[in-house]
């Protein structure tokens, strides 16, 4: 037993399949004793296991018989159970079938009742349609109008309602509603009659409260269409009248003032103007709720439409007859003659006055003001229209956007440009025409008066809300800048030796001096003030322009001032350079002395020189006496370039004399007191920081005043703390070899 327990588990696994089909067929098989041994042993093996698991069943058994003691018990509750289950199933079924019976009874009787309202309802409505026949007979013949079409709507109402009651009915049912309809049928014939009548000798009239009156019974009568077209017809012909009386009488005033002589009564285009667009959008406003109730918000637009009909035929007679009272094409065509006349002919007549353009010009541009803010509050309210029909909105819109009279504002904003441009460049020449000095300033008419016109232009051509007037002014004022104002702004300071002209009559600033620094102030002035004109027109243009493509396209040519700005700064950094040079010269025989001045100094000439400056004073007194007088004549910017100028003679200049002297600890020491002395002086001439000037110079003073070469390791490098070097390697050691009392060999061993 033990043999069969190893070898079942040296194999793991039986190897034949127990109780299998194919068992018996594979013992068969077997033809040598080991395997039938090794067979026997899995069989035992297995017997063996069997044995084991029987075992375990039977001792579940006593626990097995109570359980099944338990669910016999059980059972004999199940049983009463099912049986009270069994008596519930029989009372719930009589009861549906109850509610069944129940339910059907009442869905019968709810038809029933249902039928029974219906045919009351019916009852109803054939005695209210006789009462309304009769009624509409009485109203008509006490002209009480309001009620018949109010006995005609609910006729109509209840006709179109029961009217299959009727075709399902008797042949007398039909007969009868057949006649009611009939006898309906000609009283509505007569009162659309009467309607028509009343309403006709109304408008003859203009009785606006009759015309209210009978348009409002169109709706009750099912004519919504065509009362909205006969009172949008009135309207239109009310606004017309109005408009042409008022057209006349504007006809007759500029006749007037054109036949007597020195005598210019204005005519008021723009309040008749004004006047056309106020009617039509009260027309608009204040007929809202009746047109709504005719054709609801297609109503709206239709009327919007028809109404916009009349703004082309009046508006654009209007703007036509003021371009022909102004003589716009005459003028333009003048302009455009003298601007291509570029040489001025003895005895050739002068163009037109720039004061007369003015007039004109607000005009125009009040013109086009009010065709704009009409035009959007029209297109604002037929958006407010939510739905619409299809093809109704886009043709109001088009007629907006390419009507009559869009073309006739777009003819009027082309004049205006014209006008706009000459009145620019007339203005601008007159301003640099009649240029003075501003007593107590600092710049000269020009600048101020200038920039005035030019911003004024700017700001009326963006008023116009027109993208290409703006572009085309604004090219105009670039234009201007860039050439007949630059060349007035350089005109002064083109003169040469400047320097010299500064100080004619000795000592003090001569008035050319005076007039020299003027004129760089208005080149200082005018760079800013381009930049303020840049930066006004870009914010008047994002108020006036809300499409993006517009705003690029203005924002492209503004770009244009910015260059213009650089330009002038360009041409002022120039003259300050010349005037600079011009200067210098005063101060080069002081600088000169100071290449013969020894810094090999014994603390002697060290004291002494601490008492009786060498040169330093006598520099700085040369710059008070050639410099500071320009201060109170300058503007704090050009004052301030032209002091850094000077510096940066004096600083190079210095560095050339002082990389040609030999120093001493001392003369070090006298170095860097001098540098000192030029920083804080200087610091007190101008509000920019001039230690940077000096840098190099202090940073060779700093060099010169060490006790040995290798000190120069504590400031070089890691060790330099805040302090940025200007001074390369090579310069470095070329300092330390002015040192006197410094070895070239221990400049050479030092590694920087």
Not at 346 to 357: F, H, K, L, N, Q
Request: charged fraction near 25%; proline fraction near 2%.
């Amino acid at each position: 037993m033990a043999l069969a327990e190893d070898d079942l588990g040296k194999g793991g696994v039986p190897s034949i399949s127990f109780g299998s089909k194919d068992m018996i067929e594979q013992i068969r098989n077997l033809t040598d004793v080991g395997s039938m041994t090794r067979l026997l042993h899995e069989c035992i093996a297995h017997q063996r296991g069997i044995d084991e698991e029987l075992e375990a069943l039977l001792s579940q058994r006593h626990e097995l018989e109570k359980k099944l003691s338990d669910l016999h018990k059980s059972s004999e509750v199940l049983e009463i159970v099912k049986a009270d289950s069994d008596q519930m199933l029989l009372s719930v079924s009589s009861t549906c079938d109850l509610a069944d019976h129940v339910s059907g009874k009442v869905r019968e009787l709810d038809l029933a009742q249902s039928r029974v309202q219906s045919t009351l309802t019916r009852i109803d409505a054939i005695v209210e349609r006789g009462n309304c026949i009769d009624g509409a007979k009485q109203a008509l013949e006490s002209e009480d109008y309001e009620s018949a079409a109010k006995y005609v709507e609910t006729f109509l109402q209840l006709d179109a309602k029961y009217s299959d009651s009727i075709v399902t009915g008797s042949e007398g049912g039909r007969e009868t509603a057949t006649e009611q309809r009939n006898q309906l049928l000609e009283s509505k014939q007569k009162l659309e009659s009467v309607i028509r009548n009343k309403l006709s000798n109304a408008i003859e009239e203009r009785d606006h409260s009759t015309v209210l009156r009978f348009i409002k019974l169109f709706a009750p009568l099912g004519l919504e269409e065509e009362g909205l077209q006969v009172y949008v017809s009135y309207l239109r012909k009310d606004i017309a009248l109005r408009s042409r009386l008022e057209f006349e009488g504007l006809i007759d005033i500029a006749e007037q003032s054109m036949g007597r002589a020195g005598v210019q009564t204005q005519a008021d285009f723009v309040g008749c103007l004004t006047n056309l667009f106020k009617d039509i959008v009260l027309a608009i406003e204040g007929n809202d709720e009746i047109l709504r109730s005719l054709c609801g918000e297609d109503g709206i637009v239709y009327t919007i439409w028809e109404l916009h009909e009349e703004c082309d035929s009046r508006g654009t007679v209007l703007l036509k007859k003021y371009m022909d009272y102004r003589k716009l094409a005459r003028l333009a065509s003048e302009i455009n003659s003298q601007n291509k006349n570029l040489i001025s002919v003895v005895g050739a007549p002068e163009g037109p006055d720039p004061r007369e353009i003015e007039i004109y010009l607000e005009e125009m541009l009040s013109l086009t003001q009010l065709s704009e803010d009409y035009t959007q509050f029209m297109m604002t309210k037929m958006r407010e229209v939510g739905s619409v029909d299809a093809q109704l909105s886009p043709r109001a819109s088009n007629a907006f956007r390419s009507g009559a009279f869009s073309r006739a504002v777009q003819e009027l904003i082309g004049f205006y440009v014209i006008l706009e441009e000459f009145f620019m460049v007339e203005n601008v020449k007159k301003a640099i025409m009649i240029d003075e000095f501003i007593s107590d300033g600092i710049t000269t008419s020009m600048v101020d008066d200038v920039f005035y016109v030019l911003q004024s232009c700017c700001r009326r051509a963006t008023s116009t809300s027109n993208v290409q007037s703006v572009l085309a002014v604004l090219n105009g004022a670039i234009n201007l800048l860039n050439n007949e104002f630059q060349e007035a702004l350089q005109r002064k300071i083109r003169e040469p030796n400047l320097g010299g002209k500064l100080f004619l009559g000795g000592v003090g600033l001569s008035k050319t001096g005076t007039e020299i620094a003027t004129a760089l102030n208005n080149l200082d002035v005018s760079s800013e003030y381009v930049l303020k004109l840049r930066h006004e027109i870009e914010e008047c243009c994002t108020e006036a322009f809300s499409a993006p493509a517009d705003r690029e396209k203005v924002k492209s040519c503004l770009s244009e001032l910015a260059e213009t700005s650089n330009a002038f700064k360009q041409v002022l950094t120039a003259s300050l350079e010349q005037l600079a040079s011009s200067i210098t010269p005063r101060l080069r025989s002081i600088m000169d002395a100071v290449a013969t001045i020894s810094y090999e100094l014994s603390e002697i000439q060290y004291a002494e020189n601490e008492i009786n400056d060498p040169w330093v004073q006598k520099l700085l007194h040369a710059v008070e006496t050639n410099v500071t007088l320009l201060q109170p004549v300058m503007t704090t910017n050009n004052y301030d370039s032209f002091v850094h100028l000077i510096i940066d003679f004096i600083v190079k200049r210095l560095e050339v004399i002082m990389t040609q002297k030999r120093f001493n600890q001392l003369g070090g020491l006298q170095l860097d007191r001098d540098a000192r002395t030029l920083v804080g002086h200087f610091s007190s001439m101008t509000q920019r920081t001039v230690r940077d000037k000096f840098a190099r110079l202090t940073q060779m003073a700093t060099i010169l005043n060490l006790e040995k070469v290798s000190e120069i390791l504590d400031y070089w490098g890691e060790n330099s703390g805040p302090m940025t070097w200007r001074l390369t390697p090579a310069e470095v050691r070329r300092i330390l070899s002015l040192r006197v009392d410094f070895k070239p060999e221990s400049i050479a061993a030092l590694k920087l």
